[in-house]
């Protein structure tokens, strides 16, 4: 069985580029363009794994992050975020709220699939 | 690659613009946060696309501009006109870098110099960041991934204890997919630890209670293996050590000896084996694990709200609807005359769904002119730091929705329109203090729905327009003799003359001429009518009315001797029967309709067509203005979804026919403007009569 996997960007580029390259790699890919739009994926449906950027309009990552974090289904699923070089501060926020890792744009699809197989395979 | 770099263009072009609004906002209020957040959100994206797609110059461009915004963001620097300024200027450039991101225009690589060194002085002033680091960070973007090589081994052997804290599955994390990535880097043996294991009462299956001891034997140098707890190494304690720079898991002394140290004690530990190790001298090649290759198998499931179109599709689906319209009215055509009750109920239905179809199609066409809203402030904006001047650009009713061909169409006429107000409407503030009006200046845009029309109207508070000054004008350029006495409205009119400007002093801005001629020319050509009221000292205001669509109205279509004519629907008020000779044989052109006087064209005699012999006729009433007024007609057909076709140039010349519409049997049906018509024929009215009165 596939893995799904869930993209929230609000950026199309990113999420075109993200989903094509997981595609290729044989993921089953699910798109959410803010945090408040990813949440109506996570009604149960079966998800490996979600990569959110964080600066989003509506609902930004880190609250998406906790919330999923409050959900009995998805207490545990990894979620990876997209973030910047130089987002240090970022970074332990988002950590805090739960995330497993990141990915730091720009990426290489290499990169990306590098941090997807840190924490699911 | 290059689908998706397009994809980006778009997508920055709107970004680009959105961040322009979003400055200009925060020019406003620029203590707002969220715009602040907004402004930094924008860059932020621009940055990461642009890294991505390999436009370089701009992601290194917004990096400098995110890093200043980071610090308005912490309230480590405030919103001055001097950042704003240097932003807005970067906003531009950032327009010419997505065009040409190798930098190869002198003009563009001046900018980009320019705009960086201003950038980096503002980020110097606050010397939080330094330049030099943003260069840096750019070089080791992109960093080679992992290549081994199987030739000679080059291996060192490291060390690692892996111990991860209790609480690390808790954010997602599964420390047997790290192990599995540390033996992708080499030779690897792990060795778990289960002694922290509590009691079978005690253990909490959420918790992580294993360690382990790992000896890797790899090329590749120990940030790599830093690399893999990299997500982890605060919920961890990692230690790593280089063993040797052999590879002793080839060693079979090493293992031997690992072996014994695991019975033994429990903790191998890094002390009794670096001592062993240093015995040691010996290296031999290792084996390699090769990525797998996943096969391809995709199924996308997408849930975008909205997509984007290129307007040529939306173009191509406006034609195709067009003609579905018009074949739709031959079926209905066809089916009366057949009189087959089946055919005529089909043609009803196909008739329902064109309609609700064309509707559809329209909405999408259509966009709020918000939409051209930023440039309008943005040139308001810079103008009036241009010209001294102190003024504002207040815009209401934006959401208003046009056909996306106008407002291509208005952008020009309306730039126009703006600069002449700032130019030779808005005084500057010394003047407009003297004058007893505050010293900031005001041109208000306002959008409403009128009728089938949608109205704009462009006002300034400035200096208005002196009718004296154009009537001297006129005089002087022999439009008018000196003893005309042209009407207020007539007078406005001539400033819509081609070469008429009453500026005095031209300047670069307006005033050289080419002026509202072209102005009402290109308003013209999206079939829209532009008006100018001014008042001395108290300001301009110019209204330009448009047609909400271009392509499909909504008509009555009636019938004068053997010609069809359509009238626009929005603008019919009620149809009456009237009696022949009630209106041709009357003096003052006034039929009493329900009780009221209405003044009516008898479109036979507008038209010199020879009087109906019939007794019996039609008047459709349609508004006008504020007005109703008759139009006289042979007979009423009935509604009709009129597809406008333009007139052959042979029809340049008049106003009154706006287009015309092929009938379900072939026959061509002429579209009256109704609101032209009526100014038309009221203008000869009064020409016929007033010579007589003067007489």
Redesign the interface.
Known sequence: M?KTILIVD?????R??V??TL????Y??????DGK?AL??LDGTEIDLIITDL???VMDGIVLIKEI?KMEKY?????LF?T???QAAKKMEA?EA?????II????P??LI?AI????? | MDNFRKKFIEEATEHISELEKALLELERDPENKEIVEKVFRIMHSLKGGGAMFGFEKISEFTHNLENVYDLVRNGQMHVSKDLLDATLASVDHLTNLLDDDKVTLQSTVDKHKELTNKIGEIIALRQAISVESIKKSKESTEVSPTAKSAKEDKSSTYYILFQPNETIFDNGTNPLYLLDEIYGLGSCMAIPHVTKIPDYSEIEPTRCYTYWEIFLATSNDVNSITDVFIFVEDECTIDIHKLSDTNLLSNKQFLDKLEELHKESKDIGINDLQAFVSKLVSSKTLKEKKAEERAVATSKENSISSIRVSSEKLDTLMNLVSELVTTQARLSLYAEKASNTELIAIAENVQKLSRQLRDIAFSIVLIPIENLLTRFQRLVRDLSQDLKKEASFIAEGTDTELDKTIIENLTDPLLHILRNSLDHGIEDPITRMKLGKPRHGTILLKAFYSGANVHIQISDDGAGIDQEKIRQKAISKGLITADATPSHKELMDLLFLPGFSTATNITDVSGRGVGMDVVRRKIADIRGEVEIESKVNQGTTITIKLPLTLSIIDGLLVKIKDTFYVLPLTSVDKIYAADHSKLVNTFNNLIVLDGQQIPFFYLRGEFDIEENKGKNEQIVVVRYEDKRIGLAVDTVIGEYQAVLKPLGKYYKNQEIISGATILGDGTIALVIDTNKAIKYFSLQFSQNVTPEDKK
């Open positions: 596939a609000d950026s199309e580029s990113i075109e580029v989903s094509f595609e290729n790699e044989g089953k890919v699910l798109v959410g363009v739009d109506k994926f600066h989003m309009p974090r207490q545990r699923i990894p979620i997209l910047t070089e130089s950590k739960g995330a497993t890792g990141w744009k720009p990426f290489v290499a990169k590098a197989n840190k924490v699911i395979r």
